[in-house]
Each structure stands twice: as structure tokens, then as C-alpha cells.
């Protein structure tokens, strides 16, 4: 099991940017893959971004797209969340989240795919 603590979120405005944190106990890290979701009022939890273990091959949903850059420092033992260009619907809580694997699946990752969350950071983005 790992344990993660995300940082970084807070209140910005459209344009703006953040990075978000998430910290990782564990020798299991390195071996891992790692996204990040999101949840915004009223709605379901949403994937964002998803890093493989070795950080060579990275997605993001359409949305997020040129936008956001998810990275990982293995040494470390975290993952990082750059959001730039924040528009309002970027408002939510995030989730760091680790995968039950080191690889990325085919498709778009689901929840399904990870094993282990942390308890999220808000980010709110006012126009």
C-alpha cells in the first residue's frame, strides 16, 4: 500500500497557473504507475493524467490537453501536476492516485486501474 499526500492546490485566477504535489511513502513508487483525477461540485471523479512508472509515456484527457504536464522525479518518490492556462471548469478537488501496476493501460486509465489515493487538494479557478 502507499500512502500519498497531494500540495499545491489554491485559489487562482483564469489564466493562471499551479503545480500541484504529491507525495509518496513506500519503496513501491518507482515500480508504479501514477495519475491524477479530479472531482468538481455535483459531478463524478473524472481522470486527468497518468505517468508510467518509468515516466515515458505520459496521457491526459482531451480537456487538459497542452495545458497540463504531469511529471515524476522517482528519486523523490513524487509526482507533479503543472497546470497552466487555468479556466474556470478546471475547478475541483484533485486526486493523486498510484496504480495497481507500473504501465499504462491501452485505453484511457479508469479508476480500476489504481489502487492507492490521497485525499485530494481543491483547486478553484475563479474568471
Known amino acids: 500500500q502507499v500512502q500519498l499526500v497531494e500540495s499545491g492546490g489554491g485559489l487562482v485566477q483564469a489564466g493562471g497557473s499551479l503545480r500541484l504535489s504529491c507525495a509518496a511513502s513506500?519503496?513501491?513508487?518507482?515500480?508504479?504507475?501514477m495519475g491524477w483525477f479530479r472531482q468538481a461540485p455535483g459531478k463524478e471523479r473524472e481522470f486527468v493524467a497518468a505517468?508510467?512508472?518509468?515516466?515515458?509515456?505520459?496521457t491526459y484527457v482531451d480537456s487538459v490537453k497542452d495545458r497540463l504536464l504531469i511529471s515524476r522525479d522517482n528519486a523523490a518518490n513524487k509526482v507533479y501536476l503543472q497546470m497552466n492556462s487555468l479556466k474556470p471548469e478546471d475547478t475541483a478537488v484533485y486526486y493523486c492516485?498510484?496504480?495497481?501496476?507500473?504501465?499504462?493501460?491501452?485505453?484511457?486509465?479508469?479508476?480500476?486501474?489504481?489502487?492507492?489515493w490521497g485525499q485530494g487538494t481543491q483547486v478553484t479557478v475563479s474568471s
Open positions: 492516485a498510484a496504480g495497481k501496476g507500473g504501465l499504462l493501460p491501452a485505453g484511457e486509465p479508469g479508476e480500476r486501474h489504481f489502487g492507492s
Open positions: 513506500g519503496r513501491t513508487f518507482s515500480s508504479l504507475a
Open positions: 505517468i508510467s512508472y518509468s515516466g515515458r509515456r505520459t
